[in-house]
C-alpha cells in the first residue's frame, strides 16, 4: 500500500496547546465576586493537620495549587471533599512523608513541614518547587524549625526532620520578613512547649487569617499581622468552620484589567483594606476608585498616566506580586514608569512578553523603566510564571488584534477562571486546549 496522505485539520496554536486567546481591545463592563485568596487557603489547608476532627473551609477558590495542597493532605492520612466553594477536610495522620512530585508542584509545600513536625514529631520531604522567580531558599524556614527544637537533617536536596523533645518555645527573630518563614513557624510552635516569640513576622493578611482560624481552632497567638508574633504553645487544636479571605491580588487583577481598557467595573466581596496598599498606582494613572464595603468600584479614563514609580516591599508596602500587573498599565499609560522590584531576584520575565506586545521597557537588575506606549498589538507570548501569566493577559485584552498566551497551567494556579470572569465583563476572550492531565 502506498503512502498514505494524512491530512490534519487546520488547528490554531491555541488548540495545539493549552492557550488564552484574547481578540482586542474591547472595554470592561460590570460586576465580578472575587474568588478566595490563593496565599490564605494553602497554609489554612496545611493547618488542618494540626486540628483533629473536620474543618470545613468556605470561599476556597478552585485552583491547581488547591488540588496539589489536597493531594499532599490526602497522602498524608485526611479526606478531603468539595460542596460547592466549600472544602470539607476530615483529618487523620497516617504519614510523616510528602512524596518529592507533590513538593515539586508548588513552593507553599514547604509550609506542610511545620505541621507535620508539630503533629508526628519526624516529617521527611525535599524541597519545594514553584513559580521561579529566582532563587527560592527555605534557608529562614530551616533556621526557625532548628531554633524551635527541630533537628533537621538535608540530603541529597531532601529534609529529613526529628523533634525528639517536642517543639520547645523560643524567641525567633527572621532577618528578613518572610511571609513562608513565619507560617511554618505559626504552625510548628502553635501545640509545642511553652511560647514563641518571632520579631520580624511577615505582616501580610494572609498571616492574620491563619491566626484567625488556628484561634478558633483553640490555638493562642497574638499580635498576627503585626511586626511580633507570640504564640502559646496548647495542647490540642479542633478544626473548625473558616471562611477564606477574599483574594487581594486577584482584585488588583481585574482592577488592572478595566484600568488598561478604560473599563468601569465593579468587584464584590473585596477586602478594602487590604487593596490600600495598591491604590496610589491606579489613582496616578488616572482611575476613579470608590470603595465601599466589601464592593471596590474602578472607572479608568480612555488612555491611562504614568503609574511614576513602584517599589515592591513586605506588607504593607506594595506587593511583589501586584508588580506584573500595574506593569501591563505602565505599558499604555502616558509617560515614563519606573519599577524597583526588591523582593525577589528574577522577577521580570513577563517583560520580554509585553515587549512582543509593543511595550517599551528596559530592565536593569531590580530596575525596569517603561515608556508607556500609545497602542499595543497582539502577538503569541509565553507566560513563565503565575502573575506574569496574568499581566500578559491583561495586556492582550488592550492590545489590537489577536494575542494567544501560552502557558496557561502557571495561570490556573493561581487564578480561578480568569478567561471565563473576564468574558463576563465582555472581554473576547477564551481558553483552549485540555488542561493537562
Ligand atoms: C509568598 O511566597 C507568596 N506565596 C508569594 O506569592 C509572594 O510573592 C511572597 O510571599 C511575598 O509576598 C504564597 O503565599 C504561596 P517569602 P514566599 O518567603 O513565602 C526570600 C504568588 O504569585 N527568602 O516572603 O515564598 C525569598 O527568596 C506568589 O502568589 C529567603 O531568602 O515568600 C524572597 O526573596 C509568588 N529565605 C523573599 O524572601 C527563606 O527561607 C520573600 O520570600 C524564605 C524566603
Not at 517536642?166 to 532577618?175: A, D, F, H
Not at 504553645?233 to 473558616?242: A, I, R, T
Not at 506587593?319 to 521580570?348: C, H, K, W
Amino acid at each position: 500500500m502506498g503512502p498514505r496522505l494524512i491530512v490534519w485539520p487546520m488547528l490554531t496554536l491555541g488548540e495545539v496547546f493549552s492557550m488564552i486567546v484574547i481578540d482586542g481591545p474591547a472595554a470592561l463592563d460590570g460586576e465580578l465576586k472575587v474568588q478566595g485568596a490563593k496565599n490564605s487557603t494553602l497554609p489554612l489547608l496545611a493547618a488542618t493537620v494540626l486540628c483533629k476532627g473536620q474543618t470545613v473551609l468556605h470561599n476556597c477558590p478552585h485552583l491547581s495549587d488547591v488540588d496539589t495542597a489536597v493531594r499532599i493532605l490526602e497522602h498524608l492520612g485526611s479526606r478531603c471533599q468539595w460542596q460547592g466553594d466549600s472544602l470539607v477536610v476530615e483529618n487523620a495522620m497516617t504519614c510523616c512523608q510528602i512524596p518529592p512530585d507533590l513538593m515539586r508542584e508548588m513552593r507553599s509545600s514547604i509550609v506542610f513541614l511545620g505541621a507535620i513536625v508539630s503533629r508526628c514529631g519526624e516529617a521527611e520531604l525535599c524541597f519545594p518547587g514553584g513559580c521561579e522567580l529566582g532563587p527560592r531558599p527555605i534557608d529562614l524556614h530551616i533556621g526557625a524549625l532548628r531554633k524551635l527544637g527541630v533537628e533537621i537533617e538535608e540530603s541529597g536536596g531532601c529534609l529529613h526532620c526529628r523533634a525528639p523533645q517536642g517543639i520547645q518555645g523560643t524567641y525567633i527573630s527572621l532577618s528578613f520578613p518572610s511571609v513562608g518563614a513565619t507560617e511554618n513557624v505559626m504552625l510548628a510552635a502553635v501545640c509545642s512547649q511553652g511560647t514563641t516569640v518571632v520579631a520580624n513576622a511577615a505582616r501580610e493578611p494572609e498571616i492574620a487569617d491563619l491566626a484567625a482560624y488556628l484561634n478558633r481552632c483553640g490555638a493562642r497567638i497574638y499580635g498576627a499581622g503585626e511586626g511580633c508574633l507570640i504564640i502559646d504553645g496548647v495542647q490540642e487544636l479542633y478544626g473548625c468552620e473558616h471562611t477564606v479571605m477574599p483574594d487581594r491580588i486577584a482584585t488588583v487583577t481585574y482592577m488592572a484589567a478595566a484600568a488598561v481598557t478604560g473599563g468601569n467595573v465593579t468587584l464584590r466581596d473585596v477586602d478594602n483594606t487590604h487593596i490600600l496598599p495598591m491604590l496610589a498606582p491606579f489613582e496616578q494613572a488616572g482611575c476613579s476608585v470608590r470603595q465601599l464595603g466589601r464592593a471596590l468600584n474602578i472607572m479608568a479614563p480612555p488612555r491611562l498616566d504614568a503609574v511614576r514609580h513602584i517599589r515592591t516591599m513586605p506588607y504593607p508596602g506594595f506587593p511583589t506580586d501586584a508588580q506584573p500587573l500595574v506593569m501591563s498599565m505602565a505599558a499604555v499609560g502616558r509617560g515614563t514608569s519606573i519599577f524597583v522590584e526588591t523582593i525577589f531576584e528574577n522577577r521580570y520575565k513577563h517583560a520580554e512578553g509585553l515587549q512582543r506586545l509593543g511595550a517599551n521597557i528596559k530592565v536593569e537588575g531590580k530596575v525596569a523603566i517603561v515608556e508607556g506606549v500609545e497602542q499595543l498589538r497582539g502577538a503569541p507570548v509565553m507566560s513563565h510564571d503565575l502573575r506574569g501569566g496574568a499581566a500578559l493577559v491583561v495586556a492582550g485584552l488592550c492590545a489590537k488584534g489577536r494575542t494567544e498566551v501560552g502557558g496557561v497551567e502557571y495561570i490556573r494556579r493561581g487564578y480561578e477562571n480568569l478567561a471565563g470572569n473576564l468574558a463576563s465583563l465582555g472581554a473576547r476572550i477564551r481558553e483552549v486546549g485540555e488542561p493537562t492531565p
